[in-house]
C-alpha cells in the first residue's frame, strides 16, 4: 500500500508542477487518479467500519448528541443523532464545539476526536471538511485545507486544539 501511495503522489506531483494545464486536461487526470485512490481506500477495509462525523448540538439530555454524519466530500447537514455515555462525554467536553470533526467505528460504536487532524469548516451555508496541512509561520496557527472544493488554505488558531492536543500527547506517553 505504502508503494501504491507513492506511485499516486509522484503521479500528482507530475502535473501539479506542470505551468499550465488546460482544465480539462486537469479533470481527465483527476479522473484517472480517483478511482486509483478509490482503490486503494477500499484495500484499507477498516475504513470501512468507520463514519465520519461533526459535532452540532446536545440534545435534552447531555448524552443525547446531534452529529452530522459525512456523506460525500461535505457533510450535507445530515442529521445523525446518538446516545453516548458518560464516559465520552467526561472525555470530549471540550471537543463538544460546532465544527469538531469525530470518527465513529460502526463495529463497537467507539467514537474519537480528530481534531486537530480534521475540522469542520462553515463556507456558503454549508459545512465542509479540512485537513490540517502544516504549522502556519506564525506559531499560534495551523494551516488548513479545504477538501473537495476551490483549493484554498485556511488559517485556524492554535489554542482551540489545545485539549485534542493534550489527549492526544496523554495517549503517546
Sequence with gaps: MIGKLRELNDERNSFSHIAA???SQAEDKYNLLISKVIDLLFEVKKLESISLIQY?????????IRFLKFDGHSLKKRNHDLIVDNNFIRTNIDNLNEYRLFCKFIANNQIICLSPF???YLHNGYPHILFYKKQAEEPNYFIFEVIADQPREIKI???IFDVSIQILESLLL
Excluded: F, Q, V
Excluded at 56 to 64: E, R, V, W
Design 157 to 159: 488558531e492554535r489554542n
Design 118 to 120: 480534521a475540522y469542520g
Design 56 to 64: 452540532k448540538n446536545t440534545l435534552s439530555n447531555i448524552t443525547d
Design 21 to 23: 494545464l488546460e482544465e
